[in-house]
Every structure is written in structure tokens, then in C-alpha cells.
């Protein structure tokens, strides 16, 4: 039994050998379908979106053409980080409303953090180094 197991462990290896594999991508494809398939038992038409979520996880796994999937698993992970500094600029805009303003930097569309209550001040942008004038 063992020497079965070991024989199917090392045809496994060599199948998988110069093939792509599981990255963030695909486990998040994983957990978008396994939560489609939940959704479809009360919205029937979502299984077959949910199979095509699935089918294209196994795909990314199984490929061998590494540089597409990067790319794909790179796209996503851009968007993915643009998500989160919104979430995160959104948060510390919410947590300093009362003692900060945000203003948008022309130059560099940066968002720029100054303290309230100084009247007008000059900001400089420290991405860019552009100067605007603003009354907080």
C-alpha cells in the first residue's frame, strides 16, 4: 500500500512539473466560487458562474504558460493593492476629521494631510514637491 501511495505521489511530481501551481489568485477564484455555489442555493442562476469561476482557477493551476499567469496574478495584485490604500486612506481620512484636512495634490493627485486651524498655509507635495496654498 505504501509503495502505491509513493508511486502516486511521484506521478503526481512529474505531472506537475513545469506547470504554474496555486498562487493568491487562484485561491481567491477558489473562495469566489465555493461562495458563488452558496449564493446559487438561493439564486439558481449563479451556479454556472460559479462552475466558469472554478474552471478558470483549475486552468491557472494546471497551466504551463508561467509569464501569462504572472502577469494575470500581477493585474490583480495592483488592483487588489489599489482596493486597500483607498480602504486605508478613507479610514485615517474618518479617524482625523476632526484635527486634519485632506487636500488633493494638483500635481500628483496625492492626497496631503494638514493639521486644521493654521489659516492659510503653503503645501508642499513630498512626492512631487509641488506648492499650493490652501486655509485650513
Not at 503526481?12 to 446559487?40: E, P, T, W
Not at 504572472?70 to 476629521?97: G, T
Request: aromatic share 14%.
Amino acid at each position: 500500500m505504501r509503495n502505491w501511495l509513493q508511486t502516486l505521489a511521484y506521478r503526481f511530481q512529474r505531472f506537475m512539473c513545469g506547470r504554474y501551481g496555486v498562487d493568491v489568485l487562484s485561491k481567491h477564484l477558489n473562495i469566489a466560487a465555493l461562495v458563488l455555489v452558496l449564493l446559487s442555493l438561493f439564486v439558481p442562476f449563479l451556479y454556472p458562474l460559479s462552475l466558469a469561476v472554478l474552471a478558470w482557477s483549475t486552468f491557472r493551476v494546471y497551466s504551463k504558460n508561467s509569464y501569462s499567469r504572472m502577469r494575470e496574478r500581477d493585474a490583480y495584485l495592483r488592483f487588489i493593492y489599489k482596493l486597500r490604500k483607498r480602504k486605508n486612506l478613507l479610514k485615517s481620512r474618518l479617524r482625523d476629521r476632526k484635527t486634519h484636512r485632506f487636500y488633493k495634490c494638483p500635481g500628483c493627485r496625492e492626497y496631503l494631510r494638514v493639521p486644521k486651524g493654521r489659516g492659510k498655509v503653503y503645501i508642499t507635495c513630498p512626492k512631487c514637491r509641488y506648492e499650493i496654498v490652501r486655509k485650513t
